[in-house]
């Protein structure tokens, strides 16, 4: 481990507060949200555990927070309503608010509308 990554290990909680790991240096039995869920577990309401913490060049070092996997409760099953409600979202999403036609992916954000409604100019040439 190098100094960097020594100025981040810290497993009683002394400098940050909370037990602080270098990046990749965590012990077992602590995961983030992304790797409970792979896993299909969810924190389930219990508090940050520890912290993990990747050194950046002139910048704040980026933070992970650990959540312990024997704490941790499966993931809700998703039901008949939450699968149409997200149907009906992504549905909006692809519809053109413009000229109401239904694509296959979803619309830019950053147009607000399709390319075509856009920019009708270009798309006569």
């Given at each position: 481990?190098?100094?960097?990554?020594?100025?981040?290990?810290?497993?009683?909680?002394?400098?940050?507060?909370?037990p602080t790991y270098p990046?990749?240096y965590a012990p077992d039995?602590?995961?983030?949200?992304?790797?409970?869920?792979?896993?299909?577990?969810?924190?389930?309401?219990?508090?940050?555990?520890?912290?993990?913490?990747?050194?950046?060049?002139?910048?704040?070092?980026l933070v992970g927070y650990?959540?312990?996997?024997?704490?941790?409760?499966?993931?809700?099953?998703?039901?008949?309503?939450?699968?149409?409600?997200?149907?009906?979202?992504?549905?909006?999403?692809?519809?053109?608010?413009?000229?109401?036609?239904?694509?296959?992916?979803?619309?830019?954000?950053?147009?607000?509308?399709?390319?075509?409604?856009?920019?009708?100019?270009?798309?006569?040439?």
């Amino acid at each position: 481990m190098g100094r960097a990554y020594a100025k981040y290990f810290d497993p009683t909680g002394t400098r940050y507060g909370i037990p602080t790991y270098p990046w990749k240096y965590a012990p077992d039995g602590y995961a983030t949200r992304r790797d409970l869920r792979k896993i299909g577990l969810r924190p389930g309401g219990q508090p940050v555990a520890a912290q993990i913490m990747l050194p950046r060049y002139r910048r704040p070092p980026l933070v992970g927070y650990l959540y312990r996997i024997d704490l941790a409760k499966p993931v809700r099953p998703m039901t008949s309503r939450k699968w149409g409600a997200l149907a009906l979202a992504m549905l909006t999403r692809r519809t053109c608010p413009q000229c109401q036609v239904v694509y296959s992916k979803c619309i830019p954000t950053s147009l607000g509308m399709c390319v075509l409604c856009a920019y009708p100019d270009q798309a006569a040439s």
